[in-house]
DNA sequence: GTTGAGCGTT
């Protein structure tokens, strides 16, 4: 809805449409609509939100039903400090449908290069497939880069922990790239096995690995005892 | 609850 077409926008042709960039996420048509009457017939206001939570997305789109009114205007409201922040006024270059726009009103270029080729129902197919990109795209900016990138960060730094995955580890592991832990493969050599046998389970821990290193290192005599220790096993 | 380049209908 529009601040003023209650039944869906008004016609929008012969109107011509101001953007209205910059504006608080709190403000809305209301406090808009008395700034810019000031300054002429003002056909619409229109805010485009969020679809799921319907917050602003920070600008507006006002529409004028003169164009002498319009660029006066963005002379006299361009730059404005609304709410707190200074507002930018221009004209519209797209319409709803990505039509082009010269000096906020639809020019009727619509692509008619395209052809009758398409034999079933292009307009639908063509026109939902833009909208639907289009509005990942730019809802993809700010607002919804909290949740899934913060998320992602928490998720990388947990798992680059140890080491860094390549695509083809990725690829190989397919559906279980969530769980790291298993792949974590020491590979260990029958040596390994060998010189802590009592503790012979299965797969040691990696801190044993880490902690027994140096210990080798320090202990000059301890080859003595393992040359006495293995001598007789057989 | 946070945000900040851009172009559109509940």
Not at 50 to 71: C, I, L, M, N, P
């Amino acid at each position: 809805m529009s601040r003023f077409g209650r039944s869906g926008p008004p016609p929008i042709r012969d109107t011509y449409s101001l953007l209205v960039l910059n504006i608080t996420f709190r403000t809305t048509a209301d406090d808009l609509s008395p700034l810019f009457e000031k300054y002429g017939e003002v056909v619409d206001i229109y805010i485009p939100r969020d679809r799921r939570t319907g917050d602003s997305r920070g600008f507006a789109f006002v529409r004028y039903k003169y164009e002498e009114e319009a660029q006066k205007a963005v002379d006299r409201l361009d730059g404005k400090l609304v709410d707190g922040r200074e507002i930018m006024v221009q004209f519209a270059k797209y319409g709803p449908n990505a039509e082009r726009i010269q000096k906020g009103r639809i020019m009727e270029t619509v692509p008619r290069s395209r052809g009758r080729s398409r034999s079933r129902s292009p307009r639908r197919g063509y026109r939902d497939d833009y909208r639907d990109r289009d509005y990942y795209r730019k809802r993809s900016r700010s607002r919804d880069r909290y949740g899934r990138d913060r998320y992602r960060e928490r998720d990388y730094h947990r798992r680059s922990r140890s080491r860094s995955y390549t695509p083809d580890d990725y690829r190989r592991r397919g559906r279980d790239s969530r769980s790291p832990s298993r792949s974590r493969s020491h590979s260990y050599t029958p040596d390994d096995y060998r010189k802590r046998g009592k503790h012979s389970s299965s797969a040691p821990p990696v801190h044993r690995l880490r902690k027994e290193a140096p210990v080798r290192r320090l202990r000059k005599e301890a080859p003595v005892r393992r040359l006495h220790a293995e001598a007789p096993d057989k």
